[in-house]
Nanobody, 115 residues
Framework: QVQLVESGGGLVQPGGSLRLSCAASGSIFSANTMGWYRQAPGKERDLVATITSSGIKNYADSVKGRFTISRAYPQNTVYLQMNSLKPEDTAVYYC?????????WGQGTQVTVSS
């Protein structure tokens, strides 16, 4: 019902920055939550950040002060600005969308932080 298309991943040096984008399309209601999760090899898929349609934001402790989540409603797009990147941020990042009728996952985009 809701399709998510991610972009913006890539290779960056420690201390560098990347911005991830996720565009949602389909049967989207005004009340919803969008966010980002990440999964490294051998690890669980964990919350990075979420933002509700009312603008309430939540961040994992490991990214507070470094990452910023935002959204643009006309395009149903969520962004994740990632600054001061660390090697431990290396993972596949997945966009997530949730509303009353269900949820959807993006295809995932690889973020690699390495010197």
């Amino acid at each position: 019902q809701v399709q998510l298309v991610e972009s913006g991943g890539g290779l960056v040096q420690p201390g560098g920055s990347l911005r991830l984008s996720c565009a949602a399309s389909g049967s989207i209601f005004s009340a919803n939550t969008m966010g980002w999760y990440r999964q490294a090899p051998g690890k669980e898929r964990d919350l990075v950040a979420t933002i509700t349609s009312s603008g309430i934001k939540n961040y994992a402790d490991s990214v507070k002060g470094r990452f910023t989540i935002s959204r643009a409603y006309p395009q149903n797009t969520v962004y994740l600005q990632m600054n001061s990147l660390k090697p431990e941020d290396t993972a596949v990042y997945y966009c997530n969308f949730r509303q009353g009728s269900g949820g959807s996952w993006g295809q995932g985009t690889q973020v690699t932080v390495s010197s």
